[in-house]
């Protein structure tokens, strides 16, 4: 016999189950454990070898495409945190948006700089940021202004050390980062001037989880049109009227009861804040599209980084100062 014609016992092999079909299988099987067959199967040579396991299945995530418990806990602690500084200490809300802008600033200046991307100075935009928010605390608007200028001043300065190779492009990204994350953070501690500014913040605050959730919910289970497929596919018009209803609602009634005003200022601030909060969200997902990133890090579970919790916070903030200057101003 020729070692290229199969053995006998395959012949008799062959003959057999030709004669002997076996049973279809049912759909129920997973494929991997069929009846008459273990998880061993026979290689080219006629020899067995054990059949690679099935790989082990991603952490289920939400409909959304989040891990919906562990957002939910490290979205509860950042609240309490934030609310804790407001209610027992209010200048310790200052190091809260001090430290948050930090972070921020050190994710954005991380996520430009992928890929030989651009490079602007680390240094002198912590310190910036840091300077425009006490200067909100003690100077106002005016003084986050002059903060940003300086800011810039300051950094177009440290560039200088490195030549004038892609200085152009280094401080773009240095610019929009100064105004990106601590010159609109600046805002919520000017939110808290005032002597009802715990409150103002709180509501504000308020304003932007009553929207995602909102948003959340209704783009889960009505969520149908994608409002922007290119940018933030799971984002649906669906989704966006429930942030616009829900914390419209919301707000209405903190207005009425915390503030003593119509109801109908809070409705008006809530579409507001809401409408900001969305063009937040898509501002940093069509930023992370262009820079080719998931999340701008993993610092946060079920979140991914500061700057994707921040997103809707950023524009929130200087909508809610404007629009509480005009529907609750401050007293004096």
């Known amino acids: 016999m020729s070692h290229l014609e199969p053995p006998?016992?395959?012949?008799?092999?062959?003959?057999?189950?030709?004669?002997?079909?076996?049973?279809a299988v049912p759909d129920g099987y997973p494929p991997a454990f069929r009846p008459g067959h273990d998880d061993l199967e026979l290689d080219l040579g006629g020899h067995r070898a054990r059949r690679a396991a099935p790989e082990p299945e991603p952490a289920a995530t939400g409909r959304a495409g989040r891990n919906l418990p562990a957002a939910i806990g490290v979205g509860s602690t950042m609240g309490v945190v934030v609310v804790a500084s407001l209610l027992i200490w209010r200048p310790a809300f200052?190091?809260?948006?001090?430290?948050?802008?930090?972070?921020?600033?050190?994710?954005?200046?991380?996520a430009v700089g992928r890929d030989d991307g651009a490079r602007p100075p680390l240094v002198p935009l912590l310190g910036g940021a840091a300077a425009m928010i006490a200067l909100a605390w003690y100077a106002g608007a005016e003084g986050v202004t002059l903060g940003l200028v300086l800011t810039v001043l300051a950094t177009m300065v440290w560039r200088l050390a490195d030549g004038p190779y892609r200085y152009q492009r280094d401080m773009l990204a240095a610019i929009l980062i100064a105004v990106y994350v601590p010159f609109l953070g600046a805002f919520a501690v000017l939110l808290d001037r005032p002597d009802d500014g715990a409150l103002r913040v709180i509501v504000t605050l308020a304003a932007v989880v009553l929207s995602d959730t909102g948003g959340y919910v209704a783009g889960v289970f009505f969520g149908r049109h994608p409002m922007a497929p290119t940018v933030s596919p799971?984002?649906?018009?669906?989704?966006?009227?429930?942030?616009?209803?829900?914390?419209?609602t919301g707000s209405?009634?903190?207005?009425?009861?915390?503030?003593h005003v119509p109801w109908w200022h809070g409705a008006v601030f809530g579409l507001g804040v809401s409408a900001a909060s969305v063009l937040g969200d898509l501002g940093e997902s069509l930023l992370k599209r262009d820079l080719k990133i998931k999340d701008m890090s993993n610092l946060l579970p079920g979140h991914g980084g500061v700057m994707d919790r921040l997103d809707s916070v950023?524009?929130?903030?200087?909508?809610?100062f404007v629009l509480f200057s005009v529907l609750a101003p401050a007293a004096g």
């Open 8 to 23: 006998e016992y395959e012949l008799r092999r062959t003959r057999y189950e030709s004669r002997h079909d076996r049973p």
């Open 94 to 110: 200052l190091f809260v948006v001090a430290l948050g802008a930090g972070i921020g600033v050190w994710e954005m200046v991380r």
């Open 234 to 248: 799971k984002k649906s018009w669906e989704g966006t009227a429930g942030s616009l209803l829900i914390a419209a």
């Open 252 to 259: 209405a009634l903190l207005f009425l009861f915390g503030f």
């Open 314 to 320: 950023l524009f929130a903030v200087p909508t809610a």
